[in-house]
Structure formats: structure tokens, C-alpha cells
């Protein structure tokens, strides 16, 4: 990175795109940048879809666009690349999110920021809006919901807003696209500069205020006489804005300056060396004394003063007395979804019907696949290979190893996900999550954790890696490495068909017949439950040991209800969350089929090194109630707990020496029904114990490769990513261990 | 194969040493580390940090009041004012021992990289207020100056830490001392709480369970040999005076007068609709930034919506939004039944 804090250079669009590549935007060829801002749960990311056409994963509760999303469209033969922040209140609470926008549009100085707002919370939304005006100037207001907030009685007089505002104000319902096209016609006009912009700002403080930024604009001006904008440079001084600082301090305070844009000399505020314009100490040097004098005050004042310019605004622009729907829909079940009564069993019914419908949906479809892949597909690929004279060890590896495990994983998996995340779309776009974290709450307070990890809990039955990365919405440090821990037990897809299967083999089967898939069902959400409760234990232990603390600060908007529009749910869960974790389960599992093929085909001595593995595991397995097989399974399947059971049927023939049954060492497979797979296994000495444990130990153990890069990249630390392999599979094997050993003491 | 009782037993016995060996703070493990972290560097460092302490307050400094500050026996006390001296930090003269620039820069350094500490445990981590100092005394020693000035500007250069203290600038610059210890006050005089001094820990747990916090107005109502009686925020306090000393005060200028008990957001039923009066000074840092982001600002309306069925978190509708606050925030946000009054103020 070129530092070019010296000399202004003129012209050089490099420079400004370099600034954006530390900032994360991919760099391409654009005319025009358009940065898209705005409240969290405002429409944004359908604000974001309407102007690219991008199918934007959207959610209905807050922080939902946790990762910075960017889209391109064409307006008037010009390209705009169009970039979605993160959704804040205010941009100086400081947490990760609110930096990100605020350095986007302070540094990263897009053409237009289009400030997406709320019609029907306006005030709270202008909040954010007059801050992003005291920073730029070619903003345009996108008031969307507006058919919200015609059904809630409010009308905007949205005129006299933009009039206020000093800034084009376009009206929108963007679910239905009605405003859009206006709305490009604005982004355009401010572009280009065609429609010139007077942005409303606070121009009285209180007097204290007042007279600090007064001497300090007089240092300032000393040294920059031509500065436009000294007083608000003198302003985010007083408020320690560290990128502000970091201009003065490198004597880039003229690239601050209100329209840089406009100026012939385009330069970057990049970060230089620190000290080295003796001009800008002095200005800091002043600004620090003078925030010594300023009441502690100071800030709860600019909040104060920004909320009553809101509200007055706001005042003057709502139209009042429109009529109402009679009945309050969000009030009434808020009150049935969060009641005493019916809270917690709403719940439990809804997460007992999701894996219900996901269970029974993906049964036919894994059936289909599994034929497809690797009954009709795999004889016919070996076969081929066989005729066209590949040895067979590369056919070993290739077909029985890395295609089968792949096939395994894609037909196992692909189904339940596609019922799974859908429907889990659908309750968040309808808004239940946030009340689950609002049921939940006093839970985690009681275990030291944050109120959203409920959402990245949820999250994580889907898939942890998921999970994982949803836990930035959680803005404490020590809140969010808990979540991050403790998401491996939310039982996650890849491991329901092991617990279904093991569940209808050795607990179903207790039951009378026509009960037995009821009992086997519950055993699988008492699992989920019981991982439910591991989480909450597992939170709490942090929290008073290595992560402690008390619960900080936190607040949960509960969004309106929304109806879900289900066709483009279907399409965009399937696209970019069901696709994009297969795609990372698919990666993760090819190269462990070729080694559990190698394992199962090397030999060392007169036997296997799978053989030998397992005789070393034995004992500790037998010890915590599994046995050799399962942990080697266990082992060569840390990349996906997918192929975790027709890996423990490969090996357990291997080990018994039926030749007769699959199709060779390392060739996973899985019998037709639970009962002959159930005699394999009883074959291979399995009992109820081991069943119970193995089900135990498939909600308790490390997370799978996939989570823990994940984890790794998250925490950017191999400390707590050790922590979070260490933890759960120690709880693991004590928990089996106890079983096991309980048990035979009471047998 | 073992007896399951056998096993049972062993593995109990095995956890149990586990624990004592790592349990955080209390296990062996961490014994030994807080002992090897506690080097020489580390005791010249909290000298010259007593050295800076007695300057700052104009008291004299000592051999013995070294010796008593790092509790260490005079002898061994003498050894470090030597050390200091050869490594140009102090001078001494008769019975003083006096901090050189260098001396004085050194413990700026020192000063802020704690009062940082403070500022970041309070603010991010959680942390109970009575663990911000020992927590600090630890983690000051650590960090370079370049690490030092990451997490200042990690935190937007805080100017205060959490016990009021002013923080010096990376330029080694501090303010003069401000303010006086309450029992100077005239009874019926009025102030506002400008510090709590953190040690000894024992005393300032106990001003913080009383609830006191910078930032905060108290009153004196009248001070005897025995028993010093504070107001603050309605709620009367009886400290003894030694205790008293350790909360220093500064006028109230401008400031409204004192008054209290307050009600605050946790107090209300469900249907209520109040008027925020103000956020509780106790409330301060990131956590005051973000309620005042969500709109509580004085003259703010608040209708309670409903209850979580644990009987918490609560949801007041603010701004237009329902927003979910647990009680320990709904607790922080002072109100008023009468809107009226608060409305006119502002």
C-alpha cells in the first residue's frame, strides 16, 4: 500500500480504489459507487435485490446483513457497483458493524449513499440519517415500507421531508418494487451532480460544546485557512474519531473536506506513519486538552440533539389521523408467542415440527439420490474403469474413495438442507426468531451469554459453520466467543441421520411397533434438547471460568411480523445458503474418502491399518461405551459427520470379515433396511448402551472441519479454535463415559 | 476390564486434580504463572508508579512508603530505590525520594496503559467493577506502546477511566487533580462525584454496592467523628468517615439540583407510558452510547408492550419500535410518570 500522505496527486483514480480494496470492495470498473445504509431491519437488502436484481439472502430480524454484500447495475449507460453496509442506529456506538459503515462512507467516499428508512418509524430512522449527513452531502432518503406504514395509520408528507432533509427523498415499497425506478432516477441525478444537495445540520451545540469547537476551529484554521469544513472537522475531534484523528495527525486534513470529490486533487486518507505532520499534534494536542474541560455529558448531549432534530422533523412531516386496520395482527401474537402459557411450548412445537417436515420431506429424495449416485452410478464407473484398463488401486481411490464419499455426503445431506433452510427462512423472514431470543433471554443472562446467541443457536441446526459465522451480530467480544464455542451443540444436519437411524434401531425397537417411530422421533429432539442444555451449561462455565464476566449490555428489537413471500424464500435459501454449504461440505469430504480408502487398504503386516487402528482405539472406546470403530469413523470423518455411518458399517465388516457383505475394504455403504443394519451391527457386539452413547457422542464431540476453519477465521485465534474442539469432545467422552459405566454399575 | 466402581472412582479423583491443577485464578497453574509474572521489572514498574501516585496528590515519598506499597520489607525496598536511582528514574535527597522526567514519563506510561485496562474491562469485558483494578495491576505490565495505543484507539481514545480518573495522553500529558474528598463539603452542601478511589478493593466494593458512581450528585447532610450521612439520587447513605475519603467530589456548577428516588424503566406494569428522564450516571462507555442510541434521550416517550415468560426481558416500545431490554438496562433509565415537566426542560 502507497501511503500518499504528502503530496496531493491529481486525478488518480488508483488511489481512491486502492483505499477501497482495504476496505474490502472487490476491485473492477465502475462510473459510480453507491453505498446502501440505513437502520437494521429496514428493507435493506430488499432495498439491495430491487436495484441489482441480486437474489440477496433477507431476513426479518435486526443485524441480518452481517457480511457486506456488493451487486452492479447499469443506469443510463453508466456501470454502478453498489455496496450494502451493515445495518446500524447511529454510527458512533463503536461496535464492528457501525465502524464498518462509518469508514465506508467517511473513506471510502461514494458518489451517492442511499439511506434506507423506515416510513413507519421515521424519527428513530432520522436519527442515523442526520448523522450521515453531518459526514456526506450526496445522500438520497429512500423511505421504504411505505405500505407498512399506511396500514399502521401513517402518512408521510414526503415533499416537505426532502425540503427538510435538503436531500431527494423517494418513497418505496421494495418487496413490490413500486419506487425503484424512481429511486435510480434520484441516485442518478445526485451522481451526476445534476440535482445539487443542501443537507440539513445541527448547527448549535451546547455552550460548553460550543466554545471547545470555537478555539479548536481557531488552531485548526491556523494552520488550514482554506478548510470548509473546520468546525465539523473540530467536532469529531472533540468525539475522538480515530480516522479523523488519523488524517490530522498525517497531515491529510485537506482530503476531508466536504466535496472532496469535486476537487481536481484526489488524494487518500490512508494510515501513515503517526507523527508525521508536526501541525497535526498540534491540533491533537489541543483537541485532547479541551476534551478534559468538555461535561462527561458531551456525548448523551449530541445524541440528544440529534433525536430532537428527528423528532421535530418527523413531526412535521407526518400526516396523522389515517385510518387504521382495526385489529393489532403484531400485538396479539406477540402476546400468544411470548405468553407464560404458551411461550415455551409454541416453541418446542415449532422446532419438533421443522425437524418433523425435514425429517419425513428428505427420507424419499436421499433415497432417490443414494440409488442415482451410488447404486446405479458407482457399479457402472467401475465397471467402466475396469474395461478401459485403470489399475485398480487408482480406481480404489478415486471411485470407492473420494466419489463415494462425495455421493454420501451430497445425497445425505442436499435433502434435509433444502427442506431444513427454507423453512428456516421462512420463520425468519415471518420474524419468530427474534421472540425466540426473547423467550430464551433470562437463560442466557442466567448462563453470562449474549440474548442473540439464540438466533445463532437456531442457526446452527442448519449447520454450525453457519452458525459460526452469525454470531457478528453478538458485538461483545467475550459474548460472541462464547456463541462461537458453544454453536457445535445445536445439533446440526449432518448429524440427524445418524441419530435418526441409530434411534430406530435401538430405541424405536423397545417400543411396540406402531410407537416405534414416534419413540425414536422423540429420543432425536430429546438429543436436541439435551444439546440445548449442553449449550446452556457449557455457556455458563465459560463464563465463570476462562470467558468471565457478566452479561453486558443488550437490546433486542422485535421487528413487526412480515408475511413470508415463500417462492422467493424457496429460491434464495436453496441458492445461497443450501448450495454454498454443500459446496464446503463437498470439499471438505473428498479427500476424506480417499484416506478412509487408504486406511482401509494399506496394509501393514498381515492386516489393514484401519484393523490396526481399531485395536488401538478399542479399549478406550469399550471403556466410554463406543468401541474401535466408531472412533476411527469419528476420526476419518472430522471433515463430515455425514459419512459417519457408512463409514462404521464399512469398518465393521472389515473387522468381522464378512466378505460377503458390501463390496470390498474401503467402500462405504449402508444397508437397505434399519434391521439388517441393525444385525450388522449387533454383530459387531453393539448394544442399547452403545447405541445411547454414540447418540450422545454425535451431539457431544469436536466440531467438523468445515465449523473449525470457520472458527479459526472467525476468532483469528488457534487458541480458542482449540478450545472449542477440546471443550465439546471432552464433555463427550465424560458424558459417555459416565453412561457407560452407571450403567453397568446398575446392571 | 475394570469395575465400573473403580473406574467411577478414578475418574472422579482425575477430574478433581484437573481442576486444581488448571482451574482459572484459583489453580495451581495459574499460581505459578501470577508468581513467575511477578518479576523485578514488574516491582521497579509499580514503584515508580507509587513514586508518580504521591507526586500527583503532593504527598511525600519515601523508602518506607515504597516498601509499603509494594509490601515488601524495608531492605528489600532500599534495593529498589537503588536500582531506580542507577537506572536514572529518581533522585533522592535526605529522606525523599523523588521521580526524575524520565522517572515521570515512565510512570505516565505505566498510568495509562492501566487506566486503559480499566476503560477496556469495564467497557468490554463484563467484568465486575471491585476486578477492574487487580485486573489492570496485571495486564499493565504487558503491553508495548504500540499495543498500548491499538487498544486506545480500539476504544476512540478514551479520556476517562471507569473510577473518573483522567487518562494521560500518549504525549505524557495529565491534568492537574481535580476535585476534594467529600467530607469536606459543608452539610446541606451539594457536588458531584468526580472519583472513587479503587483501593483499597474492600472499600470500593463497598461504595459500589451502595450504588455510587461518577458522575452523580451527592449532598452532605451532616459528618460526625463516627458517621458521615450522604444523599445521592434520593437514597440517603451512612459511610464511615474514612470510607467517605475515598469518594472525591468536585462543585456543581450549573448542574440541576440534586433529587431523587428515582423511578426507572424496570419499575413499571405492563400498559405504562412514561417519560425518560435521563440514563443513570452508573451507566457509562459503549453500554450508555447504545440506550441512547435507541432513543432514550430525555423526553422520550415509553410504552411497556409485554414481558418475556420468564417474567423478563421486557418490551417497551420506543421511537415507533419494539425493543427488548433486560432488567439490569431497564434498570439504568431513570423516568417520570408526569411528562410535562421534563418536556418543558428540554
Not at chain 1, 690 to 717: A, V
Not at chain 2, 202 to 221: D, N, T, Y
Request: some cysteine; charged content about 20%.
Amino acid at each position: 500500500m502507497t501511503s500518499t500522505a504528502a503530496a496531493p496527486c491529481v486525478g488518480c483514480h488508483a488511489n481512491r480504489a486502492s483505499s477501497l480494496v482495504q476496505l474490502g470492495v472487490r476491485p473492477g470498473r465502475w462510473d459510480y459507487l453507491v453505498a446502501l445504509a440505513g437502520n437494521p431491519n429496514t428493507g435493506k437488502s430488499t432495498v439491495f435485490n430491487a436495484l441489482t436484481g441480486l437474489r440477496q439472502h433477507t431476513g426479518n430480524w435486526p443485524g441480518k446483513t452481517v457480511v457486506r454484500a456488493e451487486g452492479g447495475f447499469e443506469l443510463h449507460d453508466a456501470r454502478v457497483k453498489l455496496i450494502d453496509l451493515p445495518g446500524t442506529y447511529s454510527l458512533q456506538a463503536g461496535s464492528a458493524d457501525e465502524e464498518v459503515a462509518r469508514d465506508f462512507i467517511l473513506f471510502g467516499r461514494p458518489d451517492v449513499t442511499v439511506v434506507v428508512v423506515d416510513a413507519t418509524r421515521l424519527e428513530r430512522n432520522l436519527n442515523l440519517v442526520l448523522q450521515i449527513l453531518e459526514i456526506t452531502d450526496r445522500v438520497v432518503v429512500c423511505l421504504n415500507l411505505m405500505d407498512e406504514a399506511r396500514r399502521h395509520g401513517v402518512g408521510i408528507d414526503v415533499a416537505k421531508l426532502a425540503k427538510e432533509l435538503g436531500v431527494p427523498v423517494i418513497p418505496t415499497v421494495a418487496r413490490q418494487g413500486n419506487g425503484v425506478p424512481e429511486l435510480l432516477e434520484a441516485i442518478h441525478e445526485v451522481a451526476t451532480g445534476a440535482v445539487t444537495t443542501a443537507p440539513f445540520r445541527i448547527e448549535r451545540h451546547p455552550a460548553d460544546v460550543e466554545a471547545a469547537i470555537g478555539t479548536l476551529v481557531r488552531t485548526i484554521r491556523e494552520s488550514y485557512p482554506e478548510l470548509p469544513n473546520a468546525r465539523w472537522v473540530a467536532l469529531r475531534l472533540l468525539n475522538a474519531d480515530e480516522r479523523v484523528e488519523s488524517a490530522v495527525r498525517a497531515g491529510d486534513l485537506g482530503d476531508l473536506s466536504e466535496r472532496p470529490w469535486l476537487e481536481a486533487g484526489e488524494t487518500v486518507a490512508v494510515e501513515s506513519d503517526p507523527g508525521a505532520s508536526p501541525v497535526g499534534e498540534r491540533i491533537l494536542d489541543h483537541a485532547t486538552s479541551l476534551r478534559w474541560t468538555l461535561s462527561p455529558r458531551f456525548h448523551d448531549s449530541l445524541t440528544e440533539s440529534m433525536y430532537g432534530e428527528a423528532q421535530r422533523i418527523a413531526g412535521g412531516s407526518m400526516v396523522r389521523g389515517l385510518k387504521r386496520t382495526k385489529f393489532d395482527m403484531d400485538r396479539f401474537l406477540d402476546r400468544l408467542l411470548t405468553s407464560k402459557r404458551f411461550g415455551f411450548p409454541m416453541m418446542l412445537l415449532i422446532l419438533a415440527l421443522v425437524f418433523w417436515v425435514t425429517i419425513s420431506g428428505a427420507n424419499v429424495p436421499s433415497q432417490l439420490l443414494a440409488t442415482l449416485f451410488i447404486d446405479t452410478l458407482h457399479p457402472a464407473l467401475t465397471g467402466f474403469a475396469a474395461a478401459i484398463g485403470i489399475p485398480p488401486w487408482i480406481n480404489g481411490l478415486v471411485l470407492d474413495g473420494v466419489y463415494l464419499a462425495t455421493a454420501w455426503v451430497v445425497s445425505v445431506m442436499l435433502p434435509p438442507m433444502a427442506i431444513f433452510f427454507p423453512l428456516f427462512s421462512l420463520l425468519e423472514d415471518f420474524g419468530y426468531l427474534p421472540r425466540v431470543a426473547f423467550n430464551l433471554d433470562t437463560l442466557f443472562k442466567k448462563a453470562g451469554a449474549h440474548g442473540k446467541q439464540a438466533l445463532t443457536m437456531c442457526m446452527g441446526f442448519g449447520c454450525n459453520a453457519a452458525g459460526v459465522v452469525a454470531t457478528r451480530v453478538i458485538d461483545s467480544p467475550r459474548e460472541r466467543l462464547i456463541a462461537i464455542i458453544t454453536n457445535n451443540f445445536s445439533l446440526c444436519n449432518g448429524r440427524w441421520p445418524t441419530q435418526i437411524l441409530i434411534a430406530t434401531i435401538f430405541i424405536g425397537a423397545l417400543a411396540p411397533a406402531h410407537f416405534a417411530g414416534l419413540v425414536a422421533a422423540s429420543a432425536v429432539v430429546g438429543i436436541a434438547v439435551l444439546g440445548i442444555v449442553a449449550m446452556f451449561v457449557a455457556s455458563w462455565l465459560l463464563s465463570r471460568t476462562v470467558l468471565r464476566g457478566e452479561a453486558t449490555t443488550f437490546s433486542l428489537e422485535l421487528p413487526p411480523y412480515r408475511p413470508p413471500r415463500i417462492l422467493q424464500t424457496l429460491y434464495t435459501s436453496i441458492i445461497d445458503r443450501t448450495l454454498i454449504v454443500l459446496w464446503r461440505a463437498v470439499l471438505f469430504a473428498a479427500p476424506a474418502g480417499a484416506v478412509i480408502w487408504l486406511v482401509s487398504n494399506v496394509y501393514i503386516g498381515d492386516a489393514s491399518l484401519a484393523k490396526h487402528l481399531i485395536d488401538v482405539l478399542d479399549p478406550f472406546g469399550l471403556l466410554i461405551g463406543l468401541n474401535g470403530v466408531i472412533l476411527l469413523a469419528y476420526v476419518v470423518a472430522i471433515p463430515a459427520n455425514e459419512i459417519v455411518i457408512p463409514t462404521v458399517l464399512m469398518l465393521t465388516v472389515l473387522t468381522l470379515g464378512l466378505g460377503d457383505l458390501g463390496s470390498g475394504a474401503g467402500v462405504m455403504f449402508e444397508l437397505n433396511s434399519a434391521s439388517a443394519t441393525g444385525d450388522l451391527l449387533r454383530a459387531g457386539g453393539w448394544t442399547l448402551v452403545t447405541g445411547i452413547n454414540l447418540m450422545l457422542f454425535s451431539l457431544l464431540h469436536n466440531p467438523c472441519s468445515t465449523t473449525l476453519y470457520t472458527i479459526y477465521r472467525e476468532t483469528g485465534s488457534a487458541k480458542w479454535t482449540a478450545v472449542a474442539t477440546l471443550l465439546p469432545l471432552g464433555m463427550g467422552f465424560s458424558v459417555c463415559f459416565l453412561v457407560t459405566q452407571v450403567w453397568l454399575l446398575l446392571a | 476390564m475394570v469395575s465400573p466402581a473403580v473406574a467411577l472412582l478414578i475418574f472422579g479423583a482425575a477430574a478433581l486434580l484437573l481442576a486444581g491443577v488448571f482451574w482459572p485464578r484459583q489453580g495451581l497453574v495459574a499460581r505459578l504463572m501470577r508468581l513467575a509474572a511477578l518479576t523485578e521489572r514488574v516491582r521497579l514498574e509499580d514503584a515508580v508508579k507509587h513514586l508518580h501516585d504521591c507526586d500527583y496528590r503532593g504527598q511525600p515519598a519515601s523508602v518506607e512508603s515504597v516498601a509499603g506499597a509494594l509490601e515488601v520489607t524495608r531492605a528489600r525496598a532500599v534495593g529498589f530505590v537503588a536500582r531506580l536511582e542507577a537506572l536514572g528514574l529518581v533522585r533522592t535527597s535526605a529522606e525523599r525520594v523523588v521521580l526524575t522526567s524520565v522517572g515521570r514519563a515512565e510512570a505516565l506510561r505505566l498510568l495509562r496503559s492501566h487506566r486503559l485496562w480499566e476503560r477496556y474491562l469495564a467497557d468490554r469485558t463484563g467484568l465486575g467493577p471491585a476486578e477492574w483494578h487487580d485486573e489492570a495491576e496485571r495486564l499493565e505490565h504487558r503491553l508495548s506502546p504500540t499495543k498500548v495505543e491499538a487498544l486506545a484507539s480500539s476504544m476512540g481514545h478514551p479520556v476517562y477511566d471507569p473510577h473518573g480518573d483522567p487518562i494521560p495522553t500518549a504525549a505524557g500529558k495529565l491534568p492537574p487533580r481535580a476535585g476534594f474528598a467529600v467530607t469536606a463539603l459543608r452539610p446541606g452542601q451539594a457536588a458531584s462525584i468526580v472519583h472513587l478511589e479503587d483501593e483499597p478493593r474492600a472499600v470500593f466494593e463497598q461504595l459500589v454496592a451502595a450504588g455510587l458512581a461518577p458522575g452523580m450528585q451527592v449532598q452532605l447532610l451532616d459528618a460526625s467523628a463516627e458517621r458521615v450521612r450522604l444523599l445521592a439520587d434520593g437514597r440517603v447513605h451512612a459511610l464511615e468517615p474514612v470510607i467517605a475519603t475515598n469518594i472525591t467530589v468536585a462543585p456543581t456548577e450549573g448542574l440541576p439540583e440534586p433529587a431523587g428516588p428515582f423511578e426507572t424503566l424496570a419499575d413499571l406494569e405492563t400498559g405504562d407510558r412514561v417519560v425518560v428522564r435521563d440514563i443513570a450516571p452508573v451507566c457509562q462507555g459503549p453500554q450508555r452510547r447504545r440506550l441512547l442510541d435507541l432513543g432514550l434521550v430525555p423526553g422520550t416517550e415509553v410504552a411497556v408492550e409485554f414481558r418475556g415468560p420468564l417474567g423478563e426481558p421486557i418490551a417497551y416500545r420506543i421511537r415507533g419500535a419494539v425493543i427488548a431490554l433486560r432488567r439490569e438496562q431497564a434498570e439504568l433509565v431513570r423516568i417520570e410518570r408526569d411528562g410535562a415537566s421534563v418536556e418543558a426542560a428540554t
